[in-house]
């Protein structure tokens, strides 16, 4: 209960913070962006892409989760080269990090998903995708820091 609430502050705060700031950033530069309402949308649609994978693995939902997880990887692979958006090399090297992990999450999500039936009498799906997900969650939310110019995101 206290994780669910804590995780629920942290998408409220996060959400808030990207509203608040979007605007400005978009026309003021920053340490970790180069101020440009592209990297502005991207941090935005990182950002939801990551609040989509704290909703799914909270419901427990592994098909879901696994989608999300495909669905980050272009834009992390886009940032990640740094083709795309024009970003610094520390970001440019955070979105390769939560690619990485993203990759990894995936995978333990497709094993979690063929092992569904056989898991009886495990913890329940939530937990196991909540803690398949935590490095994830952490990476994106430092990218999302870094794209919005240095704006303190909360973690959860």
Not at 84 to 100: E, L, N, P, S, V
């Amino acid at each position: 209960m206290k994780s669910a609430l804590a995780r629920a502050v942290t998408v409220f705060l996060t959400a808030t913070a990207v509203t608040l700031t979007g605007v400005g950033v978009a026309s003021a530069g920053g340490p970790g962006g180069s101020g440009s309402s592209s990297t502005t949308s991207a941090a935005a649609q990182v950002q939801s892409l990551r609040d989509q994978l704290v909703s799914r693995a909270d419901d427990g939902d592994v098909a879901g989760t696994r989608v999300t997880l495909t669905n980050l990887d272009p834009v992390l692979t886009d940032l990640a080269q740094g083709k795309r958006y024009t970003i610094q090399a520390d970001t440019r090297d955070k979105a390769a990090t939560a690619q990485q992990d993203t990759t990894e999450a995936r995978d333990g999500v497709d094993r979690l998903a063929a092992d569904l039936k056989a898991r009886q009498s495990l913890p329940p799906v939530s937990a196991l995708l909540n803690a398949l997900l935590q490095r994830v969650l952490i990476s994106l939310s430092a990218l999302v820091n870094d794209l919005l110019g240095g704006l303190p995101v909360p973690i959860g």
